[in-house]
């Protein structure tokens, strides 16, 4: 098993930043990639960025590319979601994921393990 707790939400201004935390534990030692995802009022969920777990290769939506950041730090077992310029359309909770068996980053089903989410919610 792995658990993952977020941390970090809250409410921001448009054009403000906030970063997200995950920390990870449990049997960590077949994770192929950690994730982040949202789900917005009325929508589905949808993938915002990915890291694998060795190496530096790191994944983003379209719609996050150049403003958020995903990096991982192993000496404190946590992985983080850096997000700037936020814009309203932000708005919705955001989940850490991770894959123990190297399915497809962006398709949420991939992912055998998630956290309990946290709100994100950006002012215009």
């Known amino acids: 098993q792995v658990q993952l707790v977020e941390s970090g939400g809250g409410v921001v201004q448009a054009g403000g930043s906030l970063r997200l935390s995950c920390a990870y534990s449990?049997?960590?030692?077949?994770?192929?990639?950690l994730g982040w995802f949202r789900r917005a009022p009325g929508k589905e969920r949808e993938f915002v960025a990915a890291?694998?777990?060795?190496?530096?290769?790191?994944y983003y939506a379209n719609s996050v590319q150049g403003r958020f950041t995903v990096s991982r730090t192993s000496a404190e077992n946590t992985v983080f979601l850096q997000m700037s310029s936020l814009k309203p359309e932000d708005t919705a909770v955001y989940y850490c994921?991770?894959?123990?068996?190297?399915?497809?980053?962006?398709?949420?089903?991939?992912?055998?393990?998630w956290g309990q989410g946290t709100q994100v919610t950006v002012s215009s």
């Open positions: 994921a991770a894959d123990k068996e190297l399915g497809t980053y962006t398709n949420a089903g991939s992912y055998d393990y």
């Open positions: 449990g049997h960590t030692f077949n994770i192929y990639t």
């Open positions: 890291a694998r777990w060795s190496g530096t290769s790191t």
